[in-house]
């Protein structure tokens, strides 16, 4: 029993041995690697190695469209950067500055732009709960809102954004101009949040939080009388600047027909490559490129653009439907292209897709290939003015001082007073040979 039990007990120990003569050794003074195969072949942090596109013709579609569109903006452009929707109810000061800028960083990665990195110092003193519902409102305007809802005005200076004490007790009388749409606004605005009110423009105001029930308002076309404290028509003019007139594009398209790919990237292709890529087509054996009829469109509002004969349910040639919707600084746009040719109308090529469009700049797609034909398409979306003519930026106004805009260019105040709403005038702050213009709002 002894010798077996001492056989056991060797046996065990050449197991041991022999596991541990097949475990990697380290060199002397330095640990053994450890967790990492031998086929792992992946870059380290100090490679300089880039992930997601391979080059300009590999990679993914989406990884590298993202890469090729990821754009970065200035803090004065936050006077323009639009917020699809952003809403709280009954929340602090700090939680409805973190929902505004939940929105602002949901609209960058919606529109593939760089999020500005704002260091935004809250009061200490902010204990007032507000609610708001703000729907594409631009960004500066909605936290100048939100801040006089709790009591504070907005102080910005590059990235750094600090608040100070906004408005008081005193009492005021003022006749306060107001947006075409402020009604339709703020009437939208408590059906989203589910707060009942008379229907009256006082009656809204207060169900809103923009003043107490002690606080006379009355309204006759485009004016606002209104007697109560300064806080509150602080309050009140901030909701209007808040009123953003609808925006108008023009959407203008180019079918392009193809006996063989052509020499460009979709995914990639940066607009001047495809002006210059038209201009080549010209003429050139193989390739037909049509200009269809442009539209105008309005966001949410669908739109087609058609280059087809025959009758509804008949018909042959290309068609595509439009929807459009601002957000940031950009045109988001949905699109559906349907192709029925000549020869078989039933066997046509159908497709869709989403876009992020700056005003002005085209975008080419592949719609698909039938029997050797490759049918790509250019679109170019345009804000436009209501009579059709490129929309200058609209700059914003200033709350509390009529007659004084926000230059969406250089984001100075600006004086306006006196030049009608709609009228495009230079902006000062530029030299001669640099003009840029903006509209007055």
């Known amino acids: 029993m002894k010798n077996r039990r001492t056989l056991i007990i060797a046996g065990i120990g050449v197991l041991l041995a022999a596991v541990l003569l097949t475990l990697p050794r380290g060199e002397p003074g330095k640990p053994a690697e450890t967790g990492k195969k031998a086929s792992d072949n992946r870059p380290s942090a100090s490679s300089g190695s880039r992930p997601g596109r391979q080059d300009s013709r590999g990679g993914s579609p989406s990884q590298?469209?993202?890469?090729?569109?990821?754009?970065?903006?200035?803090?004065?452009?936050?006077?323009?950067?639009?917020?699809?929707?952003?809403?709280?109810?009954?929340?602090?000061?700090?939680?409805?500055v973190g929902e505004l800028m939940r929105a602002y960083k949901d609209a960058?990665?919606?529109?593939?732009?760089?999020?500005?990195?704002?260091?935004?110092?809250?009061?200490?003193?902010?204990?007032?709960?507000?609610?708001?519902?703000?729907?594409?409102?631009?960004?500066?305007a909605a936290l100048a809102h939100i801040a006089a809802?709790?009591?504070?005005?907005?102080?910005?200076?590059?990235?750094?954004?600090?608040?100070a004490p906004a408005g008081d007790d005193r009492e005021v009388q003022s006749v306060i101009r107001v947006v075409p749409g402020?009604?339709?606004?703020?009437?939208?605005?408590?059906?989203?949040?589910?707060?009942?009110?008379?229907?009256?423009?006082?009656?809204?105001?207060?169900?809103?939080?923009?003043?107490?029930d002690g606080s006379d308002i009355s309204q006759k076309l485009t004016t606002l009388t209104f007697n109560g404290t300064a806080a509150e028509m602080n309050r009140l003019e901030t909701r209007i600047a808040c009123v953003v007139r609808p925006v108008q594009s023009k959407a203008s398209m180019k079918l392009i027909h193809s006996d063989r790919p052509l020499d460009i990237d979709p995914r990639t292709a940066e607009p001047a490559e495809i002006?210059?890529?038209?201009?080549?087509?010209?003429?050139?054996?193989?390739?037909?490129?049509?200009a269809a009829p442009s539209i105008m469109i309005k966001d949410a509002h669908p739109g087609d653009i058609a280059l087809v004969s025959g009758d509804n349910t008949n018909w042959t040639g290309t068609r595509i439907s439009l929807e459009v919707q601002h957000s940031g600084l950009a045109i988001i746009a949905k699109d559906r292209v349907e192709y029925r040719p000549e020869t078989s109308?039933?066997?046509?090529?159908?497709?869709?897709?989403?876009?992020?469009?700056?005003?002005?700049?085209?975008?080419?797609?592949?719609?698909?290939?039938?029997?050797?034909?490759?049918?790509?398409?250019?679109?170019?979306?345009?804000?436009?003015?209501?009579?059709?003519?490129?929309?200058?930026?609209?700059a914003t106004p200033v709350p509390g001082k009529p007659g004084f805009v926000t230059s969406p260019h250089s984001g100075k105040i600006i004086d306006v007073q006196g030049i009608p709403s709609g009228t495009l005038v230079a902006d000062p702050t530029f030299p001669q040979e640099e003009r840029k213009f903006f509209r007055v709002p």
């Open 149 to 163: 809802l709790a009591g504070f005005s907005v102080n910005s200076d590059g990235l750094s954004v600090t608040f």
């Open 345 to 394: 109308a039933s066997s046509g090529i159908r497709n869709s897709g989403q876009g992020v469009y700056l005003s002005g700049d085209p975008q080419i797609s592949l719609v698909g290939v039938r029997d050797g034909d490759h049918l790509y398409r250019v679109i170019t979306l345009e804000d436009i003015d209501a009579t059709g003519a490129p929309l200058g930026q609209v």
């Open 108 to 140: 960058c990665h919606l529109t593939r732009a760089q999020a500005l990195a704002l260091e935004i110092d809250l009061p200490a003193n902010a204990s007032n709960r507000i609610s708001f519902s703000l729907e594409n409102v631009p960004f500066q």
């Open 182 to 212: 402020f009604n339709a606004a703020l009437t939208a605005e408590l059906q989203r949040l589910g707060i009942s009110h008379d229907g009256t423009i006082a009656g809204m105001a207060v169900a809103a939080g923009l003043i107490g």
């Open 275 to 290: 002006r210059e890529l038209l201009e080549s087509l010209t003429n050139q054996p193989g390739v037909k490129v049509t």
């Open 64 to 96: 590298a469209r993202d890469e090729r569109t990821l754009s970065s903006h200035k803090p004065e452009d936050l006077a323009r950067f639009i917020i699809p929707l952003t809403e709280a109810r009954d929340v602090t000061f700090k939680g409805a």
